[in-house]
């Protein structure tokens, strides 16, 4: 059959005809019918590509390119003297008449002909980008994702390598299944939810799953975080432990330290009334070298007192035990000024000043509601840590205000305390632990008391801020809020790891 003069008998074709017949063979570009033009004048003779690249105005790599694309549907080729040459393969009558369909429409309406070719590169280019996209879902979906995609029926459209595994759920499973599966319903719900499957602990993150702007189903990314649920549950373990440590000591040190302390305080009185009497010169010096042992003693038991009571206060605020007496009429300067006449005599014996605010700097300020005893506990230790920091001749100052930022939802402002030291200040990582790890020595005791101070400040609704400067000092900031009604409140406001306030 030659294409020439069959094509003359053929019926006028429409657009759709060449439209098809150009994606039936796989023809996209204008430069091919230049080719194939020449092609169907002699089906038997082979044409160089030098010959062909010249027709389509290319290169001969691209010609070749584009060419040899076409086989062997189309076209055939061969390569002589080390050049390729091509002819139109032998044609099925279907094949042939949409070829013949095609150069018709060359000849005669090269606009309608290169409009049908516009939109088959758009349908290459479409259809490329869908096997691009197929394919990196695939691979997103095999070898990273840990998800699983859902229509709104409730049908799974796609899925990982990861949940197949771990679920049994694959593509095209139902409402029903994906249900019994998850052990909830993706469809009702949205957020997070926590599955166990066998040892593993699964994360499942819903959310609306839109295309084009409509919404189409559901996404549900799932993590695996078996590893993080058994490391908090260690920790947690850890805590039970260390509370219940803590609760131990206290106990058993509590009664053979009050004993001691008692003997200790008989010894000293003993001593004392033989050398007033002075029945026993003769051992005057060996009576005068055992009252100062039993004065270091003493020392020394008034720092096991100090750390008993460190570790009882702490215990009870961890399990919500410590009892707090609400007061609602707390005065900054009652506080301060129990905190300096039990902090002064310690600040003389080092050379260091202890400036205080002066009176007019309360004018002004409200009282706070709380309980006096713990909040002045709370800045005796500020007071004795800076201390311990601050070298000799050094200051540490004591300031007070207010600002009109509420700490809570019931105050519309707070008013702080401010204890300022002259030590060699404080990096941003030492800043970062001062609450959260022992900073004791074996002059002062386990350090608890800082971590103490700041769960009471919490338990008030408060807070303690720091800012350091290295080579200059630190200042703790102690921040309370002020209630619009201090009346009404009865219970302290704040509340930590689960505690409740007496």
């Known amino acids: 059959m030659n294409i020439s003069s069959d094509e003359k008998s053929r019926a006028p074709a429409t657009q759709a005809d060449v439209q098809k017949a150009l994606t039936d063979l796989g023809i996209f570009s204008e430069n091919v019918l230049h080719a194939l033009d020449v092609l169907s004048a002699n089906r038997i003779a082979y ?15 691209e010609a070749h390119e584009l060419l040899k694309s076409l086989e062997p549907d189309v076209v055939e080729s061969l390569e002589t003297r080390g050049e390729w040459s091509f002819a139109l393969a032998r044609l099925d009558e279907v094949r042939a008449g949409q070829l013949a369909t095609i150069l018709k429409a060359y000849r005669s309406d090269r606009n309608t002909l290169r409009e049908s070719l516009g939109q088959q590169s758009e ?12 394919d990196l879902m695939g691979t997103i979906l095999s070898n990273v994702g840990e998800i699983l995609i859902v229509d709104l029926g409730g049908t799974v459209l796609a899925t990982s390598a990861f949940v197949e595994r771990t679920l049994m759920v694959s593509r095209g499973a139902s409402h029903q299944e994906l249900r019994d599966r998850l052990t909830f319903d993706p469809m009702a719900e949205t957020g997070v939810r926590d599955i166990k499957i066998g040892d593993r602990y699964l994360e499942c993150h819903i959310s609306d799953f839109v295309s084009n702007g409509k919404l189409v189903g559901r996404n549900v990314s799932i993590a695996d975080v ?39 305080q008989d010894t000293l009185d003993m001593v004392d009334r033989i050398l007033v009497s002075g029945k026993v010169p003769d051992m005057e010096q060996d009576l005068l070298a055992l009252k100062e042992d039993v004065f270091m003693n003493q020392r020394g038991q008034t720092l096991l007192n100090r750390v008993i009571g460190d570790i009882f206060d702490y215990v009870k605020l961890q399990r919500g035990q410590m009892r707090f007496t609400v007061e609602s009429d707390v005065s900054l300067d009652y506080l301060l000024a129990l905190c300096s006449m039990q902090c002064e005599p310690l600040c ?3 050379g260091i000043t202890l400036v205080k605010p002066d009176d007019v700097d309360y004018d002004g300020i409200p009282e706070v509601v709380g309980d006096s005893t713990r909040l002045v506990q709370v800045l005796n230790n500020l007071v004795k840590n800076a201390v311990k920091f601050t070298p000799a001749n050094g200051d540490i100052v004591l300031t007070v205000g207010r600002e009109p930022v509420g700490l809570s939802d019931d105050s519309d402002q707070h008013i702080y305390i401010q204890v300022a030291d002259s030590g060699p200040g404080m990096s941003a990582s030492e800043i970062d632990m001062v609450f959260k790890e022992y900073r004791g020595s074996r002059s002062d005791g386990l350090g608890l008391g800082l971590m103490i101070s700041d769960l009471i400040i919490r338990a008030h609704g408060g807070r303690i801020s720091i800012e350091s400067q290295i080579g200059v000092g630190s200042v703790f900031r102690v921040a309370l809020p002020v209630f619009v009604n201090p009346g009404a409140v009865t219970v302290l406001p704040g509340s930590f790891s689960g505690m409740e306030i007496f």
């Open 226 to 264: 078996t590893e993080a649920r058994e490391l908090q549950r260690a920790r947690e373990r850890y805590e039970d432990s260390r509370k219940q440590l803590f609760s131990i000591i206290a106990h058993e040190l509590q009664n053979p330290a009050l004993g001691l302390q008692s003997f200790l």
């Open 123 to 134: 349908v290459l280019r479409l259809r490329d980008e869908l096997a691009f996209s197929r």
């Open 47 to 61: 044409h160089p590509l030098s010959h062909l690249a010249l027709r389509m105005r290319m290169p001969s790599d």
């Open 348 to 350: 003389q014996r080092k």
